[in-house]
């Protein structure tokens, strides 16, 4: 279906004042918001990861306050169980004939924004009850299969891995996430302003910003956005230069256990080409490629024991590949 050029801008402008809802509450942390928004506009799904108290629950609580999309919150512990979030059938009877039947009764998987909090705090058996629904978008149960309602869109937290009483996310969840963005501490004047906000007597009333509908249209448009030939074969080159079987670089084959996959290269472009589309833009730069490897990369590269037990991460072999491979020529920016 075609949206017409005065459409697109009405988007676009809405698309800004979410930003500056969700900033009412949210004080710096630009960069993760951004992040965010992309994984919302590429139809994917995020894991935010930050040490307790960096007001990661509140973003995902502001941002579905911005929107007008059915919001709901898993908490996870180590008790929880696979049918606490896709849901159960339970014995129903039919008052009028006396039959009994089973009756599927919807998990809080069944919504547009799932706040998955703490999804590292549960084993992994219950987190892999999300692997069919981040994946198909639906959710099979008892022989039959739930579609679920569009857009759909998990953000699930975690503590670092390294907090007493977590559990590692089975590497094929972690695929699944579009995004692996990690939350820092503020800065002295950020945190400034969150503590002079957050201990006075005042609320902030955050306005509705999109529907269902517009974001799905927003969805759409972002498949529009171009990408020059040129960049997409520097997106492979990145890719594939993480395998240490088939990389030239000496560094990853020294500090990389496992490299990123073709999804990996699927979810730059997808990335870059929201992150242009939020800036207002309908081509693909060189910065877009740039500001969203990291998040791309950073669940999808393995590292080995030996980098492990130097500190040298994912990030690390990312910017070192931007340094090593070179840039398509060309206005490219």
Same mark, same amino acid.
């Given at each position: 279906?075609?949206?017409?050029?005065?459409?697109?801008?009405?988007?676009?402008?809405?698309?800004?004042?979410?930003?500056?809802?969700?900033?009412?509450?949210?004080?710096?942390?630009?960069?993760?918001l951004e992040e965010v928004i992309v994984a919302l506009l590429a139809g994917g799904h995020c894991l935010i990861e930050?040490?307790?108290?960096?007001?990661?629950?509140?973003?995902?609580?502001?941002?579905?306050?911005?929107?007008?999309?059915?919001?709901?919150?898993?908490?996870?512990?180590?008790?929880?169980?696979?049918?606490?979030?896709?849901?159960?059938?339970?014995?129903?009877?039919?008052?009028?004939?006396?039959?009994?039947?089973?009756?599927?009764?919807?998990?809080?998987?069944?919504?547009?924004?799932?706040?998955?909090?703490?999804?590292?705090?549960?084993? /992994?058996?219950?987190?892999?009850?999300?692997?069919?629904?981040?994946?198909?978008?639906?959710?099979?149960?008892?022989?039959?299969?739930?579609?679920?309602?569009?857009?759909?869109? #998990?953000?699930?937290?975690?503590?670092?891995?390294?907090?007493?009483?977590?559990? /590692?996310?089975?590497?094929?969840?972690?695929?699944?996430?579009?995004?692996?963005?990690?939350?820092?501490?503020?800065?002295?004047?950020?945190?400034?302003?969150?503590?002079?906000?957050?201990?006075?007597?005042?609320?902030?009333?955050?306005?509705?910003?999109?529907?269902?509908?517009?974001?799905?249209?927003?969805?759409?448009?972002?498949?529009?956005?171009? #990408?020059?030939?040129?960049?997409?074969?520097?997106?492979?080159?990145? #890719?594939?230069?993480?395998?240490?079987?088939?990389?030239?670089?000496?560094?990853?084959?020294?500090?990389?256990?496992?490299?990123?996959?073709?999804?990996?290269?699927?979810?730059?472009?997808?990335?870059?080409?929201?992150?242009?589309?939020?800036?207002?833009?309908?081509?693909?730069?060189?910065?877009?490629?740039?500001?969203?490897?990291?998040?791309?990369?950073?669940?999808?590269?393995?590292?080995?024991?030996?980098?492990?037990?130097?500190?040298?991460?994912?990030?690390?072999?990312?910017?070192?590949?931007f340094k090593s491979i070179s840039r398509p020529k060309g206005n490219l920016v």
């Open positions: 279906m075609e949206i017409s050029e005065s459409s697109v801008q009405q988007l676009l402008q809405k698309l800004g004042q979410l930003v500056r809802e969700i900033q009412k509450v949210i004080v710096g942390q630009d960069e993760v930050g040490v307790p108290g960096l007001a990661k629950t509140l973003m995902v609580r502001t941002m579905a306050q911005a929107l007008d999309l059915s919001f709901r919150r898993i908490q996870f512990t180590p008790d929880l169980m696979p049918t606490d979030i896709v849901g159960t059938e339970v014995l129903e009877e039919d008052h009028s004939t006396g039959k009994r039947f089973f009756q599927f009764n919807k998990g809080p998987l069944f919504g547009n924004i799932i706040l998955a909090d703490e999804i590292n705090r549960t084993p /992994p058996k219950t987190q892999s009850a999300l692997l069919e629904a981040m994946q198909e978008f639906e959710v099979t149960y008892g022989g039959k299969t739930y579609p679920l309602d569009r857009p759909f869109f #998990i953000l699930a937290t975690q503590n670092p891995i390294e907090q007493a009483g977590t559990y /590692p996310l089975p590497e094929a969840q972690l695929d699944r996430f579009l995004l692996y963005i990690r939350i820092g501490y503020p800065t002295e004047q950020e945190e400034t302003a969150i503590l002079t906000n957050t201990t006075a007597n005042r609320k902030t009333h955050v306005g509705q910003v999109l529907n269902a509908g517009e974001i799905q249209q927003l969805q759409a448009l972002v498949r529009d956005v171009t #990408i020059n030939d040129d960049l997409v074969i520097y997106v492979s080159s990145i #890719i594939r230069a993480t395998r240490p079987a088939t990389s030239t670089n000496a560094y990853v084959k020294e500090w990389v256990r496992w490299g990123a996959g073709p999804r990996a290269g699927q979810a730059l472009i997808l990335t870059a080409k929201a992150r242009a589309l939020l800036k207002g833009r309908y081509a693909v730069q060189m910065e877009d490629i740039q500001a969203m490897a990291r998040p791309v990369l950073r669940h999808r590269v393995l590292m080995n024991f030996k980098a492990e037990a130097e500190n040298i991460t994912s990030d690390d072999v990312t910017q070192t590949l």
